[in-house]
């Protein structure tokens, strides 16, 4: 069985230029989060979606990020435009569905370099 | 989302026992124990979780106190390849909240 595909794997920008992140889950999965991790911190959710739905973007800087899961799919995160402290790794992670007794699988990472 | 204190770093030779302590006193009934690891540069993985029972599977056994305030993770047989930040989480309705995990080295 396929895992969790991320590109690219390595990003660098600039301060206040945009990017975008891709995610492709595994197939048949519902479920589908991005997570921001700081160096030295553990995950932190930014989005949830449902199929193509929002469940939770509770803390996605809404004013420079955005997501999309169009066809409940594949999915994209975007910054725009990118700050010094959003250097992190961007991980997507999807499970068959949400709610408890469901495990994670997660990709293996973004690394963005903001300077 | 109730949280969950673990220690900072542990130790373990390899070939023994790795039991990596996790303590979930405010969680709720409905609410599972995670346990996932994430070795350097990698995405976290999942390993292990329960609700009331004690579970095992092919990579580890979780042993969960009967009043689930706590619960233990064990490694059996530690490699080294199993050095990483270990992180137990209570999940509610929706979502994992990580926190800074336990890093577990193992000692040749």
Redesign the interface.
């Given at each position: 069985e396929a895992g969790?595909a991320q590109s690219p794997r390595y990003k660098i920008i600039e301060k206040r230029q945009s990017v975008a992140f891709w995610c492709n889950p595994i197939s048949g999965h519902a479920t589908l989060?991005w997570y921001q991790q700081i160096l030295g911190?553990?995950?932190?959710?930014l989005i949830?979606f449902q199929n193509n739905g929002v469940?939770?973007d509770s803390q996605l800087p809404k004013d420079r990020f955005s997501a999309e899961r169009l066809k409940g799919v594949d999915s994209t995160l975007k910054i725009q435009p990118a700050k010094l402290e959003d250097s992190a790794v961007y991980?997507c992670?999807s499970s068959l569905n949400?709610?408890?007794?469901y495990?994670?699988?997660?990709?293996?990472?973004t690394r963005l370099t903001v300077t | 989302d109730a949280k969950t204190t673990q220690p900072t770093s542990m130790d373990c030779a390899e070939g023994r026992a790795a039991n990596l302590p996790c303590n979930h006193s405010t969680i709720s009934g409905?609410?599972?124990v995670?346990w996932?690891r994430q070795i350097h540069s990698?995405?976290?993985?999942?390993i292990i979780?329960g609700?009331k029972n004690n579970e095992t599977n092919e990579m580890a056994s979780l042993i969960i106190t009967e009043d689930r305030k706590s619960s233990t993770l064990i490694l059996p047989h530690a490699t080294l390849r199993d050095t990483a930040v270990y992180?137990c989480i209570s999940?509610?309705?929706?979502?994992?909240?990580?926190?800074?995990?336990t890093r577990l080295t193992i000692n040749p």
């Open positions: 969790v989060y911190q553990g995950p932190k959710l949830q469940v939770d991980l992670a949400s709610g408890g007794g495990e994670q699988y997660f990709g293996p990472g | 409905n609410e599972y995670y996932y990698q995405g976290p993985q999942y979780h609700l992180y999940q509610g309705a929706q979502k994992l909240v990580f926190g800074q995990g």
